[in-house]
């Protein structure tokens, strides 16, 4: 007899839709959660406490990773992030980190689910067709944008693509007036201007505030549940039904499996550091792509010597980050009446604009029709701490006495910064994937995940195309000193891939269903699960993939 019908390792985007549905369909639902259960009210705005320590994360001294990164000489070196400070671990809590994101939400297009089929190959890269289609996930796109919460509106252009429902369910979050001057200047350029879709509630809804507007948002956990975070707009109802149980302070650190191959138990330390079991019909790992893997990796048996689900040696294989860059401009006050640099100094409110014109790019000078991306514009968050502390820095070095002082003054005082992030595809490669150390181990005395983080000079060459477009797109709104950058190094938020789904058991890890083809109880609902990861931010897909596969488990359930 087992304990429960569904046992989720992990609590975010990959496992709330899982409990949501499974336990309002009363099927008994356990999550293993390793951090700790915050609600919305001890959720805090302290730049310190949110972005300058770990306290929604793990301390490097406990749970550290290993990164193994290439040197001048294209040789790989390995560095733990205890001594780097490179963290790779983005919310160690119920609801994961889903309770820091910005919200961001643009779903993927019909040809990132065929990005082989459509684009062509390219040497060095592990690039394949998804197994299912947009079609198969629109509908549960939409089914986020309902039960998550989605504020937006929808303005057709060149690359939208197709919807089920007109609209979003919600009106937009109120707007910073710097967002028509960003309207005017995209008009000037023949440039489709759009209203970003977000996962904050515009409007009171599901027992839940609207946004209070605190110019606190991303990488700070939500005070008002207005954001859609898996812990505010999934568990906290999954709780209500009476079917789900969370356990937080359970850090799992093996799932059993016996000659069968089947997985017969998870093993977990509870917050006192006892060893605990239990027992399920069905297995959810989604406790982020780099820890599925790791997990998977550590849990050896007898028909799996080398890991679970990972008799091809495939689980931990084509990671994928985001690729792209950033880049901004000054506005300054001078250049601008008073009635104009009131509106510039108002805080809180969003800029929500975004550029889809380069999503596909088709361009001569690029070489060629290949897949671009998007772009995201928008006001620094707050954080004065960490703005203060890079102005320390000048061409020469260290910068400080009334030098310093001046450019504290200018900068908070002159002028406002106004910014873009670029996302395009990250190229899963042979360099990029996750193992286990054979040295490290964290506080429990299991090996750590060792990251390897290599990248296809392909990613370099899409973001600094679509950082030029970008920067011209400042110049026109009269910005002064614009820059971008565009590197290799990861964003260590956006993270997918390791057990990449596919119809052949040879060369993907998981079926069409995010069953692992090895493990007959086995589903991976992280982002784990992508093969490619579009030109947007994950969060959407996962959510809108966990969606599906509740619904495959609740048809084999019953």
């Not at 193994?68 to 070196?77: D, I």
């Not at 931990?316 to 510039?344: P, Q, R, T, V």
């Amino acid at each position: 007899m087992n304990d429960f019908d569904i046992c989720i390792i992990g609590s975010g985007a990959g496992a709330g839709p899982i409990a949501y549905e499974l336990s309002l369909a009363k099927k008994q639902v356990l999550v293993l959660e390793k951090g700790p259960w915050f609600t919305d009210k001890e959720f805090t705005k302290d730049e310190i406490t949110a972005t300058r320590r770990s306290f929604y994360t793990p301390n490097l001294m406990d749970e550290p990773q290993v990164l193994e990164q290439q040197n001048e000489n294209g040789q790989w070196e390995s560095e733990s992030n205890y001594d780097s400070g490179y963290d790779f671990w983005n919310g160690s809590l119920v609801g994961g980190s889903s309770n820091f994101m910005s919200g961001f939400f643009h779903r993927m297009k019909p040809e990132d689910f065929r990005l082989l089929s459509e684009f062509g190959p390219i040497e060095g890269a592990n690039i394949v067709d998804w197994p299912i289609t947009y079609d198969d996930l629109e509908p549960y796109y939409a089914k986020v944008e309902s039960v998550v919460g989605v504020s937006g509106r929808i303005i057709d252009h060149p690359n939208q693509e197709p919807r089920s429902t007109k609209d979003f369910p919600f009106p937009p979050t109120q707007e910073h007036p710097i967002s028509q001057w960003f309207d005017k200047a995209c008009s000037k350029m023949g440039l489709y201007s759009l209203p970003v879709p977000r996962a904050i509630l515009s409007q009171p809804a599901m027992d839940r505030f609207s946004c209070a507007y605190t110019n606190y948002c991303g990488s700070y956990g939500c005070t008002t549940g207005a954001k859609g975070s898996a812990r505010a707009a999934l568990l906290n109802h999954a709780i209500k039904t009476g079917y789900c149980e969370i356990r937080p302070h359970s850090k799992v650190y093996q799932l059993e499996n016996g000659r069968d191959g089947s997985i017969s138990a998870v093993h977990y330390f509870d917050k006192q550091g006892n060893k605990k079991k239990v027992t399920a019909k069905i297995y959810i790992t989604a406790c982020s792509a780099i820890e599925s893997a790791r997990l998977l990796l550590l849990s050896t048996g007898p028909k799996h010597p080398n890991g679970l689900a990972n008799s091809n040696n495939l689980v931990g294989k084509n990671l994928i980050f985001s690729a792209g860059g950033s880049g901004g401009g000054d506005l300054l006050y001078s250049d601008h009446s008073e009635d104009e640099i009131a509106n510039m100094k108002i805080r809180g409110l969003f800029v929500n604009r975004a550029l889809h014109d380069y999503y596909f790019i088709n361009d001569k000078t690029f070489g060629g029709r290949a897949k671009g991306g998007i772009v995201e514009f928008m006001f620094r968050h707050a954080n004065p701490i960490a703005r203060a502390n890079a102005l320390k820095w000048g061409a020469e070095g260290l910068v400080w006495g009334k030098p310093l002082k001046r450019k504290l003054e200018s900068y908070f005082t002159e002028s406002r910064h106004f910014r873009f992030e670029i996302f395009n595809d990250w190229l899963p490669t042979d360099n990029c994937f996750v193992s286990l150390d054979g040295k490290v181990k964290d506080k429990w005395g299991t090996p750590v995940a060792k990251i390897r983080l290599g990248y296809h000079e392909h990613d370099l060459k899409v973001g600094r195309y679509i950082a030029e477009k970008s920067e011209a797109v400042l110049r026109q709104m009269g910005a002064k000193q614009v820059y971008s950058s565009v590197s290799g190094d990861p964003p260590s938020n956006l993270t997918a891939g390791g057990c990449r789904f596919g119809n052949d058991p040879q060369t993907s890890v998981l079926n069409a269903d995010c069953r692992a083809h090895d493990v007959e109880n086995l589903y991976v609902t992280d982002g784990s699960f992508m093969p490619t990861g579009g030109s947007v931010p994950y969060t959407w897909t996962i959510y809108a993939n966990s969606f599906r596969v509740a619904d495959k488990i609740k048809a084999r359930l019953s």
